[in-house]
């Protein structure tokens, strides 16, 4: 007679979430978060994985030793880890992605609309990293150095483009890219950059002496990926471009 449930219980493993489409978003119909963490439920039973969400600006201190959390999903090492001092280790990168200023497409507007910011307001979210004046700076350094408007959102900035309320924000191609393909918010009348602003790439990272480590949690990605799950997510979300790591390719 089989048992109705597992003899040993399930570790639980607390996944740091931030507003960061389509990474994760409470405004998206869904994100890539969410549909992982669904698939590493499904295909294991040793660990349960679960949301815990967090302000963009809590993300270091999430994964710190008394932080809330164990990992932290699609995120770049370059994003203030380093200069934290929070212990973490990092899979190995899955995603390769890259961040441009949009504004909203007018008759009278072209490339050259990007080359200032002067008399312009500048969008941004509570707790990102931008890459401005060659430097990589922090949302608050940002403010102090540009007319800035910080929202809770990427999609909150993304709106108040199209509703000519602010006249520049940065935006990451996988968003666009995951827009169009859901048509959940329209993005045809955006002006973008032709200059790259930033690539990165992410990882999962996470943290020292947590409920499970970066070699567990990589060995259940190669896992998800022999069977063909990356495929699958990265095409439901029009994202196969950005895509590294694909494991039904490895042996």
Known sequence: MGLSCSATAQVPVYVAAYDYPPYF????QTDLTRELISLLNEHQDSYEFRIQVIPPANRHKALSVKGCCDVIFFESPLWGWEK?????????PLVRGQERLVALQKADRDQTFF???DGKTLGGVKGYHYLLGGELLASDEVQEKYTTY?????IIN????????????????????????????KVDGLLLSDKVSLEYKLHLLVGDNKNISADTLQRLLRELGRQGEFEILFRRFNMERFQIYRPTTTR
Request: hydrophobic fraction near 45%; aromatic fraction near 4%; glycine fraction near 10%.
């Open 115 to 117: 080359d200032t910011y």
């Open 150 to 154: 910080l929202a809770d959102s990427r």
């Open 84 to 92: 934290s001092g929070v212990g973490f280790q990092q899979t190995m």
């Open 25 to 28: 978003s409470d405004v998206l």
């Open 158 to 185: 993304l709106q108040m483009i199209l509703g000519g309320r602010i006249d520049l924000t940065i935006i990451n191609d996988e968003l666009l890219a995951a827009l169009k393909g859901s048509n959940q918010i």
